[in-house]
């Protein structure tokens, strides 16, 4: 192949000429745009302008690994999947060239380079496979539906949504966060404000006269400064909602004074 | 469809036979959101269309259909025939986003069925409210599951058949691993940070009004 | 619309006569933007109607209008006709662009459904990058199929109806160029003539037996 021999590396790399520099450039060009070596040798393989099933698969290695050649002279960096390619193409190209050893077991190099023109074939067949899907009608873009759907009855049913990507993106954050931050939630000095509205709701009855929130602390929350806190926090989030609810009262005198409550309704 | 036979003299730029003019006019007002004005018509059809002759036509093909061709104020609209109203109930349905608890325990449940509620609140890290599991067991997507075998026999949680359906799986164990989500790029592999430390996770958040947010909390 | 005299004596409960029921289904599909399934509309007509032969008789009504009735899997919605979209331009949605990894990935998994990630990447002969199928299942025209039973269990991937619903397709059956592709044996998942020695396989991937590939869908 005159393209492969035009890449075939040469020692005056380092001094390249303008139309040399052209054509690397190019070659970086062409190599970006690639996606992975598959898809290299399909475009490599157009040039037989063959049925890709009669297509000679020992000139294709060639053309590949004339290409690697000219982009490692280039000085280009190749991914690995591009090297391991090539030398898989150049095991094959050997494969093809020898006479098989007696003896040998496994497939046959004709096998595998028919399955590696399958797989172009396979590839191309997709590519086309999805242009004619996507020449194809597209609702809101061809053919439209109904643009008024009618909603006549007012009764309202009301439906949750959450798709099946919310769900896995659910569980994702949850176990991501078990992952990268060592699971280290201490229920133990947490005192939630349920548990505070539910205990304030008991206590309800015995409030008579104006007293001072903090005396509301559950028995062993006073103790440790971190307990008193969640405590007092949680009772106050529970008697804001109770007063909300207008179950209860509460003043303050002024700022930093303690927070007074008594049942609503008391004189 | 074949009216008059059609004056072959007339120019290049004829206008298309009525019975196209009609199917145009009849394509307009289906795919619009809004009943569709004589002048817009005029101005969507190709030129030299005569869209109040097709609206004529039209309103007569739909007669006694159950989808007639009504005027509204001065624009035209295809409306259901008005015995019909009875049909159309379901159209009326509310849809929300679920809370982020509630698909989190959702999640859960899926994930690790069964599974007791203090095992939920072991793996998300905070209590679940009556009201998150109450919610998920009145959509029908999670459903009482075996006693465990442990002291105290808790309840344990399994997700239901309408919840696969919703969900369009066979089964759950369908559901892809954490490994699969990320391989699959559904799951960033960056940390994410702990609810509420960032502003990012507050707008999380806002998907839940804050009405429905305090109720989840204080349910009676 | 008054056919043969009703005869009086029968039951309360009567179906209504096929007209009626034609004039409901019409009713029904035109009030949704959705496809509404067969069994929807069982649900929704009065007892004893048979949604089935009205749509045969709507269909064949619809047929050359300018709004047609389509069948989306095992649902049906009225569509305006493929000719006429340049009218709608205003309804137009602009859609995102999508890039030809997510069409070629699209491609791959409505052919070869159900079909793992490992075999669209053996397929395109690269990694699925991240957030292609996070664009698809977003666009819900791909979700979960069945793991497969082979080591491993690696989750599917299959098309949707929403999918066949915005390419206009009846079922996966429907896709251009499928039957000639299957005769070309260009849609088997033919196995490689040594495992773990050609290329594209690089990984570890090769736990799918490639036979279980395409038997599952096209059974037919």
Not at chain 1, 43 to 72: C, H, M, N, P
Not at chain 1, 105 to 122: C, F, I, K, T, W
Request: charged content about 30%; overall charge negative.
């Amino acid at each position: 192949m005159a393209q492969a021999d035009d890449w075939a590396p040469d020692a005056q790399s380092d001094r390249l000429a303008p139309s040399d520099r052209l054509a690397s450039e190019a070659l970086i060009v062409d190599v970006v745009g690639f996606e992975g070596p598959l898809d290299l040798l399909l475009s490599l393989s157009r040039t037989q302008k063959v049925d890709l099933r009669k297509i000679s698969v020992l000139q294709l290695a060639e053309q590949y690994l004339g290409f690697v050649d000219r982009a490692s002279a280039l000085r280009i960096e190749l991914a690995a999947d591009y090297l391991v390619m090539a030398a898989w193409l150049a095991y094959l190209k050997s494969r093809l060239l020898l006479p098989p050893e007696p003896g040998e077991a496994g497939p046959s190099a004709e096998d595998l380079a028919a399955h590696l023109a399958y797989q172009l074939e396979r590839l191309q067949a997709m590519r086309e496979a999805a242009a004619r899907l996507m020449a194809r009608d597209q609702k809101g873009r061809d053919f439209f539906p109904r643009g008024l759907p009618e909603a006549v009855d007012h009764r309202r049913i009301v439906s949750y949504e959450a798709s099946l990507l919310d769900l896995m993106r659910a569980y994702a954050r949850i176990r991501t966060r078990d992952e990268f931050r060592p699971y280290a939630f201490d229920r133990h000095n947490v005192y939630t404000m349920e548990q505070a509205l539910e205990r304030m709701r008991g206590l309800l009855g015995y409030m008579g006269a104006w007293a001072d929130l903090t005396s509301f602390l559950p028995e062993g929350w006073g103790v440790s400064a971190a307990r008193r806190k969640s405590a007092t926090a949680a009772n106050f989030a529970a008697v804001l909602e109770m007063a909300k609810r207008g179950q209860v009262e509460l003043k303050q005198g002024e700022v930093f004074a303690p927070l007074l409550v008594r049942r609503r309704g008391e004189a | 469809m074949t009216g008059a036979p059609e004056p072959i003299e007339r120019s290049l730029f004829e206008a298309p036979p009525m019975g196209e003019q009609e199917r145009m006019v009849e394509a307009v007002l289906f795919a619009s959101a809004e009943p569709v004005t004589l002048a817009e018509l005029v101005r969507r059809l190709p030129e030299g269309c005569d869209p109040a002759e097709a609206l004529v036509h039209l309103r007569r093909r739909y007669e006694g259909r159950g989808v007639n061709l009504v005027k509204v104020g001065d624009a035209y609209a295809f409306r259901t025939a008005g015995d019909l109203g009875h049909l159309m109930r379901r159209e009326a349905v509310e849809s929300r986003k679920l809370s982020r608890a509630a698909i989190e325990t959702l999640a859960i449940v899926a994930y690790h069925q069964p599974v007791t509620r203090a095992e939920i609140e072991e793996i998300r890290g905070v209590a679940v409210s009556r009201g998150t599991v109450d919610q998920l067991m009145e959509l029908d997507w999670i459903r009482l599951g075996r006693r465990r075998m442990t002291p105290g026999r808790p309840v344990t949680f399994v997700v239901t058949e309408a919840f696969l359906d919703h969900f369009g799986l066979e089964s759950a164990r369908d559901l892809p691993g954490i490994k699969e989500l990320r391989a699959a790029g559904l799951l960033d592999s960056r940390p994410l940070p702990m609810p509420g430390s960032s502003p990012s996770e507050g707008q999380d958040e806002d998907d839940d009004s804050p009405t429905t947010g305090q109720s989840e909390l204080f349910e009676d």
